[in-house]
């Protein structure tokens, strides 16, 4: 196979230099060879490294490459410690019902592969039959199509429409998959704060309720037995006998969770009418997502992001916990 010339435009490139440890440590399950036998490319992508089966396919089959010390090669190649891998994301197909809009996006991190955004309250993360535009997603591909980057929108976990502050989204399709798989993990956390009604007790704890869609409704959840498991760790940093300030930690992303959780102890966030939350003081849930921490799927970097609470919440906090 030829070099890749130097002038080929590729999309996006993740690398990687093979470890003296690779075979050694035991972790590659399919194989005995030692370091000097080498180790299969298929088996230091996928077992190394994580990589799916499918997503494999989609760099030898839509316009990827694989690189092993500059000289394209398939996986079936046997590489050696020291070796440096190279691989090629392809460009992805625009989404035709995801309509690109110039929106001032608000971004605290971005690289090659992901994108740390700010999120305004008032905006929805995807589009909806209610909400067919004006939404993260569509600022999202403006943003793309302005900057030439040639990948979809992937959310790596969502915020709703009137719930503020940061979310993950990946550029591409492999970045998505690692960082949804990273976030199962626990490699990707969020960290909330709330203003809940009432005096919330005990002062830290962990919500651990399933939730399911309430059958009456297409929007609104419920805990229920027969639910999907969901996990909510909580700690009270303020209080007064009114209102609560929490500090909230999710285990699992399940929708409206951290609303229907508070409610559910019977303490519904301020502003959630949808739950029982009173509209008198705020028009929307007192939520904001105010820090991100995760591992970077192909550096292996921790990386740690903050976003100040929103005016509204902070006029709102100071008014009411003092």
Known sequence: MSNMSQNESMSCKI?????????????????????NEGILLRTFLREVNGISKKSLADI??????ILVNQKEVTVRTTIFSGDRVEVYVPPEPKN?????????????YEDDHLLVINKPHGMPTIPSREHPSRTLANAVMG?????????????VNRLDRDTSGLLVVAKHGLAHDQLSKGQRAGKLKR??????????QPREGTIHAPIKRRPSSIIERMVAADGQEAITH??????NQAYSEVEINLETGRT????????HLGHPLLGDDLYGGSIELLARQALHCQRVELIHPFTGKHLHFSASLPKDLVEVKDKLIK
Do not use: M
Not at 15 to 35: D, K, L
Not at 60 to 65: A, L
């Open 15 to 35: 690398e990687w230099v093979v470890p003296a440890n690779v075979v050694s440590s035991n972790e590659c399950s399919s194989i005995n060879e030692g370091i």
């Open 60 to 65: 030898k089959f839509k316009g990827g490459k």
């Open 96 to 108: 035709e019902s995801l309509r690109p809009e110039c929106i001032p996006l608000d971004i605290h």
């Open 143 to 155: 943003y793309y199509e302005s900057h030439h980057i040639p990948f979809t929108f992937h959310a």
């Open 191 to 200: 960290y909330y704060l709330a203003l809940a009604e009432g005096f919330v």
């Open 234 to 239: 909580y700690k009270v940093i303020n209080d």
């Open 256 to 263: 409206h969770q951290i609303r229907v959780h508070f409610a």
